[in-house]
């Protein structure tokens, strides 16, 4: 790859990786769905803002803009596939791409629903 197609690469892996390692907001969905409930409350995996529900706004632009870095990635390595040597890390990388990308759609979806609600 070269130096510009790097560059954009790692731009729009920033766009997921930068939100969720400063609030967690996936990493905060699937653990809290994954645990039971301890003394009628959900456990969390970090405290933080965006769990409120005054700011589920927020959480959905966070988690679209984390929807849009994943999906611009997975498109960017499939348009530029011709100039990866390893084809294994390649497919690996896409593949897991793709999977992180649903998950944060669905993710997107229930936040949006909620916000819908009336939180």
């Given at each position: 790859?070269?130096?510009?197609?790097?560059?954009?690469?790692?731009?729009?892996?920033?766009?997921?990786?930068?939100?969720?390692?400063?609030?967690?907001?996936?990493?905060?969905?699937?653990?809290?769905?994954?645990?039971?409930?301890?003394?009628?409350?959900?456990?969390?995996?970090?405290?933080?803002?965006?769990?409120?529900?005054d700011?589920?706004?927020?959480?959905?632009?966070?988690?679209?803009?984390?929807?849009?870095?994943?999906?611009?990635?997975?498109?960017?390595?499939?348009?530029?596939?011709?100039?990866?040597?390893?084809?294994?890390?390649?497919?690996?990388?896409?593949?897991?791409?793709?999977?992180?990308?649903?998950?944060?759609?669905?993710l997107?979806?229930?936040?949006?629903?909620?916000?819908?609600?009336?939180?």
């Open positions: 790859m070269t130096k510009i197609q790097k560059i954009w690469l790692g731009i729009f892996l920033g766009m997921f990786v930068v939100p969720e390692v400063l609030w967690s907001p996936v990493s905060n969905y699937i653990f809290s769905m994954s645990k039971p409930l301890k003394h009628g409350s959900i456990q969390i995996f970090r405290d933080n803002f965006l769990l409120s529900s700011n589920i706004n927020i959480l959905s632009t966070v988690l679209f803009i984390q929807m849009a870095g994943l999906l611009l990635s997975f498109i960017y390595l499939l348009v530029h596939h011709g100039v990866i040597k390893n084809k294994l890390v390649l497919w690996i990388s896409c593949a897991l791409l793709f999977l992180a990308s649903v998950l944060v759609f669905f997107f979806g229930f936040s949006v629903s909620l916000r819908n609600i009336g939180f």
